[in-house]
């Protein structure tokens, strides 16, 4: 039986091979995230209630690079780090689907 693309990423992490590009981009988007956060003057428990989520460790999650934004709440979390929704889907658009970045708005971020 052949391995789906998604067990090889899980058995390259137990076999201590380099993680996949994909979960890079996400981290650098998590530290880019963690640096906004902390401009913004919030901790990540400061963030997860005005997100109205239940537990903060959801955003320790996307600044890990171990989860990412959802889309339906970019607008959300835009608003409450003092960002322009816009602009802030389309940086992460960068890093969450690098390719379809290129295709709509060319290869610079």
Excluded: C
């Amino acid at each position: 039986m052949k391995l789906g693309q998604d067990q090889d990423v899980s058995v390259e992490r137990r076999q201590g091979k380099p993680v996949p590009e994909a979960r890079q981009l996400r981290k650098q988007a998590g530290d880019w995230l963690k640096a906004r956060r902390a401009d913004a003057g919030l901790s990540q428990v400061d963030l997860a209630a005005r997100l109205g989520l239940k537990y903060y460790t959801f955003i320790s999650q996307v600044e890990n690079g171990f989860s990412r934004v959802p889309t339906e709440t970019m607008e959300a979390w835009a608003i409450q780090l003092g960002l322009e929704p816009a602009a802030f889907a389309k940086y992460l658009l960068v890093y969450y689907e690098p390719e379809l970045h290129r295709l709509l708005f060319g290869a610079s971020k």
